[in-house]
């Protein structure tokens, strides 16, 4: 049915999976084609890497807004097993879905998820994004807008938090004239966050970048 196995050739050994359970993938990672397949009994010494199995289970971000809280969420849905006929023994998936919370994020990892979706949400609705004038009262433009609201935060504490770690060490090391200029850099940073980027001007400039 399924057997992990290795094959030893100094630096360049690796591990490949045998036995008939491949069948079920006949394409792999990539969408490329699964060019190991074999008549069943014939499946015993060849098959992909661990690496090449695609995943079962397809997951879409969520953004649950409740009572004026958003909720960062992934939507899941694929096999998530099988069962088996008592009768004959034969083996079928079961399909199924679940919700997950995201676990809370640094700043900077943060960001490159919200990033993310505005990058797809601006390449998806892009005739509509570039329209004069833009439509600012679509689902997928509030959307947007709030996430271009929090990158901006985002940004912006973890610029701080770089500048207090950095403000740290030089008071560990008691090189106050850096601390103290570093400190007015600070200051200027706190006072400037206010002063946000637009999100009409924000999706000009992605559209202008991509041009």
């Known amino acids: 049915m399924l057997k992990l196995r290795e094959v030893s050739m100094g630096s360049g050994g690796y591990n490949f999976i045998s036995g008939w359970l491949q069948i079920l993938f006949p394409y792999l990672k990539n969408d490329r084609l699964n060019t190991r397949l074999r008549p069943w009994q014939e499946m015993y010494f060849s098959g992909p890497e661990p690496e090449e199995i695609p995943s079962i289970i397809s997951a879409a971000p969520v953004d649950w807004e409740y009572y004026g809280t958003t909720y960062n969420l992934h939507f899941h849905a694929g096999i998530i097993g099988c069962v088996q006929n ?94 103290d200029k570093l400190e007015e850099e600070l200051y200027n940073v706190c006072s400037d966050d206010e002063k946000k980027i637009a999100t009409e001007d924000m999706i000009k400039s992605f559209f202008l970048k991509k041009d």
């Open 86 to 179: 008592s009768v004959d023994g034969t083996l079928m998936p079961v399909n199924g879905w679940f919700v997950t919370h995201d676990p809370e994020k640094e700043p900077d990892e943060r960001m490159k998820v919200v990033q993310s979706e505005i990058d797809a949400l601006l390449k998806g609705h892009a005739d509509e994004a570039q329209k004069v004038p833009l439509n600012k009262n679509v689902a997928w433009y509030r959307h947007v807008e709030r996430l271009h609201l929090e990158n901006q935060v985002l940004k912006s504490q973890a610029y701080k938090a770089k500048l207090k770690k950095k403000l740290d060490y030089l008071y560990s090391q008691r090189k106050f004239d850096e601390y």
